[in-house]
């Protein structure tokens, strides 16, 4: 009997890079995109863990254990072929797990051996080269049109992903397997709990769009220089982060409000969002984020992103656009109100000449980790056994 736990992706719309630093917030949102973790018996494959992501040519990993002086330890049996995300996980739940039960009965689970597999979502990935191939147009009609779990047909390396933190929402999917205990081991930072996590929605009527654009920027590069920029320059960086930090809290602090008004006063909240659909929320945030791209030498908003984004704000009913997370050209979001903006945002994207601009087909959700059926997974149990 198989056991499968799924975890939903994220998109960081406002805190990107300050959140870095305790002092200051940011906020994620949910989405319905997930990843999902299924581990069987490995039959009878002594002690050995292999781990599969079939959607990947080279997705396929194995892993040995072993018991010395009761510390179990993870090998990589093709050294050649290793996944840290991966390996870490794995090394730290059975550890954990390892302490919460007698020896005899873990040794009994491990035994036959594990097989897990890891499926993402189509969203996860760009999907422009699936619809070359099945001669469909980038909209969302044609990813409608895909199975729920598509091959890729490309190595990990090679593949382009959309900013919807597919590593965190994979280990998160395997690590909540063993209860959430992984994160308190791994975060080589831990002490203990420094941060504060306030639960957030959309409020009511409020709608995020995503899209792919089809360059991709390298995460760590750009959050390595804007790091030594502050580091070199302490007081500016501060200046500009305060400034940041203030119109990013408003935000926030705007969203919550709206929320408790739709709760205590329906009528009254439709007046107001009736306001609100026409203000732009973003202008000063983004002028920030575009002030330490050059400070730091950095593209966290590129002149192609600001010319696509403000056609975007044009749109009526759009009141928030942005980069999400580090930025870069990995993805766009935009928040409206009501659904009349959501076409006439696509239709923008889909003629788009400057970049190649793709809808994704997430929606905003605010379900955390699930233990799930196989059976109810549309197209998971095809994926796995091809």
């Known amino acids: 009997m198989s056991t499968v736990v799924s975890a939903p992706g994220k998109v960081l719309i406002i805190g990107g890079y300050l959140i870095l630093d305790r002092l200051y917030e940011g906020l994620a949102i949910g989405v319905d995109a997930r990843f999902y973790t299924v581990i069987n018996s490995g039959n009878n494959t002594p002690s050995k863990i292999i781990v599969r992501s079939p959607q990947f040519n080279d997705g396929n990993w194995e892993y040995q254990v072993s018991r010395v002086q009761d510390i179990y330890k993870v090998k990589a049996i093709d050294k050649d072929k290793k996944n840290k995300f991966i390996e870490i996980t794995i090394k730290y739940c059975l550890s954990i797990i390892a302490s919460r039960i007698s020896q005899s009965k873990f040794d009994e689970k491990i035994r036959d051996g594990l097989i897990i597999y890891i499926v993402g979502n189509n969203d996860f990935y ?11 147009p980038l ?43 992984l994160n308190k081991v791994v ?35 750009l959050v390595n220089k804007v790091l030594n920029w502050r580091k070199s320059n302490p007081n500016e960086a501060k200046t500009l982060w305060d400034k940041l930090a203030s119109h990013n809290s408003k935000i926030i602090n705007n969203i919550h409000e709206l929320n408790k008004e739709y709760k205590s006063n329906k009528l009254e909240y439709e007046k107001v969002i009736a306001i609100c659909s026409n203000k732009k929320f973003s202008d000063k945030i983004r002028q920030f984020l575009r002030e330490m791209s050059t400070l730091s030498n950095t593209q966290i908003e590129p002149p192609e992103q600001t010319r696509l984004l403000d056609a975007c704000m044009e749109i009526p009913g759009v009141i928030l656009a942005g980069v999400p997370g580090a930025g870069g050209f990995d993805a766009i979001f935009c928040i409206g109100i009501g659904n009349n903006f959501i076409e006439k945002v696509e239709d923008l994207w889909s003629t788009w000449s400057e970049m190649s601009v793709g809808p994704l087909l997430a929606n905003e959700s605010s379900e955390g980790f699930k233990l799930e059926k196989l059976e109810n997974i549309k197209g998971l149990a095809e994926m796995i056994q091809s």
């Open 126 to 136: 760009s999907q422009r080269e699936q619809l070359k191939i099945h001669k469909l």
């Open 139 to 181: 909209n969302a009609s044609s990813l409608r049109l895909l199975p729920s779990f598509n091959k890729m047909s490309v190595t990990l390396k090679q593949v382009h992903k959309t900013g919807l933190g597919s590593s965190a929402s994979l280990i998160t999917s395997m690590n909540e397997l063993n209860g959430g205990e």
């Open 187 to 221: 975060d080589p930072t831990f002490n203990k709990w420094d941060n504060q996590v306030v639960s957030i929605s959309l409020p009511p009527q409020f709608n995020l769009i995503l899209a792919d654009i089809n360059i991709g920027s390298n995460t760590p590069s």
